[in-house]
């Protein structure tokens, strides 16, 4: 029905619209312009935009002890392709094999590289099952691992924090991933398998003699060593394709190393923060995806790799940090944690399809994952409400890649 | 961040006309986009800015409606009919110039009357002419709520501009 009021109403209420909207507009004010942009180019001069490895840096200490059990994973990523196989037969670097096997303790520089630009610098040592790993930027922690105590102490130098983190409750399989932590132990069993001699050149002067184990495998390594003694030399990792390359050199072998290196007892007037590392759980996994959804004001990001995490998430749980009591924030770290660990650790355990999802999509599955001990799969919906018991088989098709873990 | 310059280039203009046109007034205009510019450029150091436009306009007329509004509690102390009819529309007559003049200096009056998230949702759509869904993803809001607020405004607008037009001295 045509109702001639409203109608007549309707229109002041448009007309007043359409004069307000005629209002000749002069040019914006110069000054005010030039101010602004003067004000940003003097604040510039002082804060460049961070970038990714300043925004790890400049992490408060709360949120690098998250992070701290990130780098544990990064500590036994760099050393799990250690496990890469090969034949059994015998080789012929026999001296190469007793240098190692009869090696008490052991001390390397290991160079990591992603698209031929310089990633991370590792000087790492080990003594028995013991070892310890001082990494440069963008983590710039040392991370001391004792395998056998099922124990890894993280610290922080420059924010004064050591993170004490427990293993011992994690599921068997799980801590046997991080048991790859024990390099020296790998790298002992690692010269126990076949390499294909590639032939000699000189390094730094010396005659070196060059093997290659797992050519064409997924992860391919050429181990070149001293010709008369079979010392090692250079270790070079291929990943990825070629795009993640990990050079190890400066090895002493049998050198002098102290307790104290390796001690669990954190320096003194550093802040001890005590994680227990569990297995992680379905609510640990929402919950995380929560935090990430949220982030990003209701979508799911593109993949979970570590360094879209950061790039979404640091600013976001740094304010958390503000905000939460204690006990609250050391939940929130261990929740973001073990999510994150399980991630790092198994990512033949899982699959995503979140790329592009708006949260309370309660249709479309966006992450599954089967944890630790089971042999179904949990699958987690747009709307974060989950699904139990789903057999391998019935699992979502997952992205046609997955994103390379950040190194 | 985005290219500060390039944003203030290419935005700049769109913020002015939106702070210009709420407050009629260049001097009030012009604090008003500075404050605005200022405002995205802490915001743009914190988290990603996509829409940039949108963006701007939203803080303008945000801001423009809360100055409409210290205006309003000023004027009710001391009303000056200037304040809010001050600038001319760009109708060609002068009695439609007028009028169009004095329907906007009432509108300016109307929209610092409404409850704020009434008047920004109003002015997005009305005078921004943005959509329900960027007006949305601004304010945090579903499109079914725009639309809520954007009836229940109008409504009062109407309420507000038919009461003005019978009782000028208000």
Redesign the interface.
């Known amino acids: 029905m045509y109702d001639r009021k409203t109608n007549r109403e309707t229109d002041v209420v448009d007309r007043a619209a359409q004069a307000l909207r005629a209002t000749p507009v002069p040019e914006p004010p110069r000054h005010v312009l030039e101010a602004v942009l003067a004000a940003e180019s003097s604040e510039a001069a002082k804060r460049r935009p961070r970038t990714l490895k300043q925004r790890i840096i400049e992490m408060r200490p709360s949120i690098k002890a998250g992070a701290a059990v990130v780098v544990l994973a990064v500590a036994v990523g760099l050393w799990a392709f250690l496990t890469v196989g090969g034949g059994g037969a015998t080789i012929t670097w026999a001296d190469v094999q007793r240098e190692i096997r009869e090696a008490r303790t052991l001390t390397f520089t290991a160079t990591m590289e992603q698209n031929g630009v310089p990633a991370m610098v590792v000087r790492g040592m080990a003594k028995g099952t013991v070892s310890r790993q001082e990494m440069s930027k963008p983590y710039e922690m040392i991370v001391i691992m004792d395998i056998a105590k099922k124990k890894v102490l993280s610290i922080e130098t420059k924010e004064k924090t050591a993170v004490l983190t427990s293993i011992s409750q994690l599921p068997e399989a799980a801590r046997k991933r991080l048991e790859e932590g024990d390099y020296f132990g790998h790298l002992k069993k690692l010269i126990e398998k076949a390499g294909v001699e590639i032939g000699e050149k000189t390094i730094d002067g010396r005659q070196a003699k060059g093997y290659r184990v797992g050519k064409g495998g997924r992860i391919e390594m050429t181990l070149w060593a001293d010709a008369k003694t079979g010392h090692p030399i250079v270790m070079e990792f291929l990943q990825y394709g070629g795009r993640v390359k990990t050079v190890i050199k400066d090895f002493e072998l049998d050198k002098k190393l102290d307790d104290s290196l390796f001690s669990f007892q954190p320096p003194e007037g550093f802040e001890l923060i005590k994680l227990d590392l569990k297995s992680a759980r379905t609510e640990d996994m929402t919950a995380f995806l929560r935090l990430w959804v949220d982030a990003r004001k209701g979508t799911f990001p593109d993949t979970l790799s570590e360094v879209e995490w950061i790039k979404d998430c640091v600013d976001a749980v740094d304010k958390l940090s503000k905000e939460l009591p204690k006990e609250q924030l050391q939940e929130l770290l261990e929740t973001l944690g073990r999510a994150r660990l399980f991630l790092q650790l198994h990512p033949d355990r899982y699959g995503y399809a979140g790329k592009g999802v708006k949260m309370g999509d309660a249709k479309t599955p966006v992450f599954w994952f089967c944890p630790d001990g089971e042999t179904t799969y949990i699958v987690v919906y747009g709307d974060l409400s989950t699904k139990a018991g789903v057999p391998a088989k019935d699992l979502p098709k997952p992205p046609a890649t997955k994103p390379a873990p950040a190194s | 961040?985005a290219d500060?310059?390039t944003v203030?280039s290419r935005h700049?203009?769109a913020a002015?006309?939106t702070a210009?046109?709420?407050l009629?007034d260049?001097d009030e205009a012009?604090d008003c986009?500075?404050e605005v510019?200022?405002e995205a450029?802490e915001i743009s150091?914190?988290?990603r800015v996509r829409h940039w436009s949108a963006l701007l306009r939203h803080l303008c007329t945000y801001r423009a409606i809360d100055r409409l509004r210290r205006r309003l509690r000023r004027a009710e102390d001391h009303w000056d009919p200037a304040e809010w009819t001050g600038?001319?529309?760009?109708?060609p007559g002068p009695v439609e110039q007028a009028?169009?003049?004095e329907?906007?200096g009432?509108?300016?009056r109307?929209i610092a009357q409404l409850p704020p998230q009434q008047a920004t949702v109003f002015c997005l759509r009305?005078?921004e002419?943005l959509s329900y869904r960027d007006i949305a993803r601004q304010l945090g809001l579903r499109t079914s709520n725009v639309g809520v607020l954007l009836h229940r405004a109008?409504a009062r607008?109407?309420e507000l501009?038919?009461s003005a037009?019978e009782s000028p001295a208000v």
């Open positions: 961040m500060w310059p203030v700049g203009q002015w006309q210009y046109r709420l009629g260049p012009a986009l500075q510019l200022l450029l150091r914190r988290q600038v001319p529309c760009n109708d009028e169009a003049a329907l906007s009432r509108l300016r109307a009305c005078i002419e109008r607008l109407r501009l038919s037009k």
